[in-house]
């Protein structure tokens, strides 16, 4: 009868590992989740089981294997500390999947993709599905320092050429990744065939868009923002693009370069 | 006291000659307009619905960050972003046509010729099954909340918009006033079919390491569990005084909350920042409601309305 796209489930706690300094791989078995999801989708999860902390925290969808989803997250507040605490057999609710992925419309052939920090959590689907498509792929990663750069072995054995960046020169270049993935068009003429994928903290994400939109390549930023429903009804999300202001969650996460208003005092008051 | 359990209770409840065939109501800014949630769940097994707050003209609402977290609550500070009333009659109302629920269309504006002007223009769309008026908005600059926490006010554009619409005009009460009873009968006398509170408690929240206010307006708008105990003694006041039915409303999360609104004399209950939290929650409400009439013998929801034992000899 009725078809419901998003679904609310309660899903088992399979796996839920250290990889870094205070960040975890959560694995989760959830059998009724939609298997239509798409890279650079999300999920919401309850991160608790009483009425404080309230509401619920938004995640990149980061993997998908049989009935399996994968989340990568960072211990920042109360809500990922409760999430670091679940063991096998715990169960977590979830809703998903949720907004608009990413988008890879032929004839691409070449992905360049930037992540910043956690932003490399949505790249491991985006890379499958890369992949699967024949499409040859770069990543541009950057982070605070060494240890804060998570999946390097991952994308290596999926043959993704690397570009890293710290902050603190502890790995790759020293500097931002934005300035390497700058670097990078001296020495490589765009084309239309290329696209950009990028992930990250909205100051870099910005950046990323504003080159890419002097270089006059395709390019989706997946932004983060305070969200209370995941699912487009309270509004509180949203981000100045060129047709008002959007949600991040429904008309995004992820939103094209051109489309975001990468100077928001340009945005017109009421 | 134990009664012989009923056999099948009747939830059905008529508010302002609005038949719904529950008392759960989903909350007006908490529920899109419609179309969102409908991707989750079957929307006619709602008492009704509420959408987002209209305007006149579209509004882009207020810069952002609209909402933070607070203790078993939340701030918003949105500004009424929505589409305008032309646009949602003609965009968002034909699928609303199709569910079998009631659709209650809250609306907003910015003089009470406004308001009148925009519930004028629902009067003749067919599909609306009543219009709550909000004038109890903390986040916007010019009206809202200003008419909702002025007693001339609110008996202006209450009776402006009696005079424009034929539907049953619900009153969204404001919490921020000292006394919320003197805004029921103000309504009530203006010709007012029901009430419906509270809306959002005004409040704030301060980031002390940028020391800046986490909301871009300053302050905003306080939901959920957090201000349910203010809402159940508001319920309860108004009750006491008014002839019309209350729409409860203010941290309702659980079935528990529902009969506790009823009992303090809510006709109904509506179901808010519940939704963002566990959206199916008004599905479980409804059925905890049924269980625990059968379980102390009521047979018809308006039963539980005000059966409050207040101990008094």
């Known amino acids: ?270 | 006291m134990v009664n012989q359990p009923s056999l099948m209770p009747d939830l059905s409840v008529e508010i302002a000659g609005i038949l719904m065939k529950n008392p759960v109501l989903t909350g007006s800014g908490t529920f899109g307009y419609g179309e969102e949630m409908s991707q989750i769940y079957d929307l006619s097994l709602l008492g009704a619905l509420t959408v987002k707050g209209l305007s006149l003209r579209p509004q882009s609402g207020n810069r952002p960050p609209r909402i933070c977290e607070t203790p078993a609550g939340m701030l918003n500070s949105i500004g009424l972003q929505n589409i305008g009333i032309e646009a949602f009659v003609r965009d968002k109302l034909p699928f609303l046509r199709r569910i079998d629920t009631r659709v209650i269309a809250n609306i907003y504006g910015h003089s009470a010729e406004e308001y009148a002007e925009v519930a004028n223009i629902l009067d003749s769309a067919n599909g609306v099954d009543g219009i709550e008026l909000n004038i109890s908005c903390p986040n916007v600059k010019k009206g809202g909340m200003a008419f909702g926490t002025d007693r001339a006010e609110t008996c202006r554009v209450v009776r402006h918009v009696r005079k424009a619409t034929r539907l049953p005009l619900i009153v969204k009460l404001s919490p921020n006033v000292t006394d919320i009873t003197e805004f029921a009968l103000a309504a009530e006398d203006e010709g007012a079919d029901a009430l419906s509170l509270i809306n959002t408690l005004l409040g704030m929240a301060i980031d002390i390491h940028e020391k800046r206010p986490r909301l871009s307006r300053g302050v905003g708008g306080l939901s959920g569990p957090a201000i349910r105990p203010v809402a159940l003694r508001m319920v309860y006041q108004v009750s006491q005084v008014t002839r019309l039915p209350v729409i409860g409303m203010g941290g309702v999360v659980c079935a528990e909350d529902a009969v506790a609104f009823l009992l303090a004399g809510a006709s109904a209950v509506s179901v808010g920042t519940a939704n963002f939290v566990d959206p199916l929650c008004p599905l479980e409400i409804v059925a905890g409601i049924e269980d625990y009439m059968k379980a102390h013998g009521f047979s018809r929801v308006q039963e539980l309305s005000g059966a409050l034992d207040m101990g008094e000899s």
């Open chain 1, 1 to 270: 009868m009725s078809f419901f796209p998003i679904r609310q489930v309660k899903a088992r706690v399979t796996g839920n590992h250290q990889v870094a300094e205070a960040t975890f791989r959560l694995v989760l078995s959830a059998k009724e989740f939609p298997a239509a999801a798409q890279p650079g989708q999300f999920i919401m999860l309850r991160t608790s089981t009483t009425e404080d902390p309230l509401l619920r925290r938004a995640f990149s969808l980061h993997d998908r294997k049989d009935d399996h989803l994968g989340i990568l997250y960072k211990v920042v507040g109360r809500g990922t500390d409760w999430m670091a605490r679940r063991r096998p057999g715990d169960v977590i609710d979830l809703i998903g999947p949720l907004g608009r992925g990413f988008s890879s419309a032929p004839p691409l052939r070449k992905a360049l993709l930037v992540a910043g920090g956690m932003g490399i959590a949505p790249f491991r689907l985006l890379v499958r599905s890369l992949q699967s498509e024949g499409v040859e792929i770069l990543l541009f990663y950057g982070a605070r320092t060494a240890g804060d750069l998570l999946e390097l072995e991952e994308m290596e054995a999926a043959s993704v050429s690397l570009l890293l960046a710290t902050e603190d020169g502890s790995r790759g270049e020293k500097g931002r990744v934005t300035e390497l993935f700058r670097e990078h068009f001296r020495k490589v003429e765009p084309s239309a065939s290329f696209k950009i994928f990028a992930c990250g903290p909205q100051a870099m994400l910005y950046e990323v868009a504003r080159i890419a939109l002097g270089q006059e390549i395709a390019c989706d930023v997946s932004l983060e923002s305070q969200m209370a429903c995941g699912l487009g009804t309270c509004m509180g999300c949203v981000i100045a693009t060129g047709s008002g202001y959007q949600r991040v969650c429904r008309e995004g996460p992820v939103f094209s370069a051109q489309s975001l208003l990468l100077d928001e005092s340009a945005v017109k008051h009421e």
